[in-house]
């Protein structure tokens, strides 16, 4: 089927709407992104639920990361069978099915996943136990502190200090750190409102890591942060490893965002769609065919890149529109670029990056963990 | 890996967040929409893109349809592939290459395609001619009329005729007819005003026929409707097969939808999403494994079913949020069923439906159709 391509295929034989990962931008975010984490003597752990790419992961791995952040169970499975071996479930695990499935991928990858609350823990050691996991594998369990966001999360202070009593006593599971995240904040645009609302949640995770330490325990690892809080994180100290997701392809929605200088992020927008017109029903109007099948909306509209005075609009599940200001200068067959406004949701969409350098295909890499919401 | 289920597990083991899809209401869904059509003397074509599964496609055949309809080649190709035998592509297919894989399509399927540009029907002749397609097989081309949308499609009269004139020169092409869809309308709940629109569309294509048997061509089919118009197409006549998609699933968006004799629709919804409570950090909220990569939001929010007082919200592309005016009632563990209010694009993030009977896995059938939008 010619969705698969030979390396060397022109860009413009790419069948459309096509997922087009620029390789160079890739291996520049991976790099910058590995150097903000070492100059600051920090972890890190990219999150995986965004490129669901065992590929990208051993990059990410190659450059220097700790190991990788999944966000379900059935996303870290695909990641310990391609051999990643070190990875953290950053949402609770629930219920005995899933809880038997993670037992089993802790057979051969060094498993962490979050927890926050009694009832779970106590189904994750009994699980461990009935395995013998403590035998040769452990479960490594991290607490999940809310430093704001209000989603998952124990409070911070005595709450989260009794779950890590209670994972420490556990014969079956290991007490690793507290995690706190604050999604929220990410994509802040100003600088200083940033940082000041990621002190915040950070100073509410160091002080939990106090009252846990205060019982005796170890808190081996703090893990947070996001892209925008990153270069912070790096800065503050305090947290141990960060979990920056989205760099490696940064949503159009990242683009005002400020850095610590002043001046735009560092990191580069490396992920295009291309789409192609499929009719021309109006002067100034043209049909593309990507729709909501093609492009996530749950971040807004795709930006067309070089499209002066054009308009992206969906036009249902199959098609989108683009309507200029004034004569639609494209013709059927032209092919219009665009940047995803949610890039997460959009691989989610698609079976594999056809990977670009110098305007021709390089590589075609499969999207593993796509649809693992389970 | 237990995402995988044997026939008789209970739906409460099915892993969260999971696509059911209600065995019972989807045959009687297909019962429904086949005696509809048979009893109006018209021919049914069902779309495809809403369910992208050979399987539903093949019970739709067995019920009496004529063929598939499919959005996009990529969805033709799978369909093909499992021996669907006859297709009508819904959307121009443009390019080079797309149209060297139509061509190899039609040499294992019936398939006709839409057009509406001249250019594209010359590309489409010239491929069918080099493939000496002519000499066994043959590609059919229904010209797109724009009855009102403002999507795809030439306008009504004169225009259409001509490419119906061009494709019954073009010798690698036949002409087959014409399609006409209104899809603004399919969701009017009052039926007078869904009637009268849908009459206005209809009457445009049916002008465009004339014209076109009025240059001595044949026009042996017109293709339209939707499941909101069905009931109107079936009731005038004018169409010879109606194109509906998506009444074997019902979005919940259809749910105040008036039939013709004034009562809710005869067609049930018959896919639900489960989605299990992982987190409960307020008195009156619940955290779920359900966020925007396992249920669309294009079309609007998910419905929870029986959980009164709860609202759905989007917690990212992980988690959602159930919030209750009151106490919430739930635990971690507890498992909620949600209507999609899109269907169609919320398939299209699925591998598989896990199919229920009796509150139990009748069956898991793939979505081998899923991401084929190229």
Known sequence: MSTEYQTGVPVGHVATPALLLDLDALERNIARMAELASGAGIAYRPHAKSHKS??????????????????????????????IGDILITSPVIGAGKIERLVQTARRAAIAVVADDAGNIDDLARAAQDANVGRDVVIEVVIEVDVGQGRCGVAPGPAAAELAERIAAAPGLRFR??????????????????????????????????????????????????????????????????????????????????????????FEKSLTLRATVISRPAANRAILDMGYKAVSSDGGLPVPIEAPGATFGFAGEEHGELTYEGACPLEIGDAVAFWPSHCDTTVNLYDRYVCIRGGAVEAVWEIAARGRVQ
């Open 54 to 83: 065992p590929v990208i992961a051993r990059m990410q791995l190659a450059a220097g990361a700790a190991g990788v952040c999944c966000a379900k169970l059935g996303e870290a499975e695909v990641m310990a069978a391609a051999g």
């Open 177 to 266: 750190g507290l995690q706190g995240y604050q999604g929220l904040i990410q994509m802040t645009p100003d600088f200083a409102a940033r940082r000041d609302a990621s002190l915040d949640a950070l100073d509410r995770l160091l002080e939990t890591a106090e009252q846990v330490r205060g019982r005796g325990i170890e808190v081996a690892v703090l893990t947070g942060g996001g892209t925008g809080t990153s270069v912070i994180d790096a800065a503050r100290g305090g947290l141990t490893e960060i979990q920056p997701g989205g760099y490696i392809f940064m949503d159009s929605r990242y683009g005002g965002i400020e850095w610590d200088d002043g001046n735009p992020t560092p």
